[in-house]
């Protein structure tokens, strides 16, 4: 009897460890554990493409979070998506001007992020400015298309 119960009380434990370390790693795929506060900076960057990129989506620079994704909006005007970008407030006085920003694919889920590449302009980004120079999200469906247009052409010249 007593023994029973003990094994009852360690299974109760290692189901509660399994639950803990599911929830953890839901956390880490989802970016939740490392949304931080609203301190920091906006600056904006405008694309032709966004596939795939999300709110809370790290914005790197050298490999290193530097910020995340706050805002997505569709500019009716320019037909082009307008992302802003958080920026930790450590990084204030850091990003150059004419910085540039692309949107990259990463890990095995192939979660979206921004990734950031300085350039060599003395004056900064600071808030509510924005970032001239990006690429857009490379999206395969595209590729694969242009290369199935560019293989029937070029086998319906010869």
Known sequence: MMNSRLVEIWVGIFVAAGLAALFMLAMQVSNLSTYSNDEGYEISARFQDTSG???????????????R???????EQTFEAVVTLRIEDQYREVLPKDTSASIYTAGLLGEKYVGLEPGGAMKVLGQGDEIRLTQDSLVLEKLIGQFISRFMDDSGDN
Do not use: E, Y
């Open 53 to 67: 990129l999300k709110v809370r989506s790290p914005v790197t620079m050298a490999g290193v979070t530097i910020g």
């Open 69 to 75: 994704v706050k805002n997505i909006h569709f500019d």
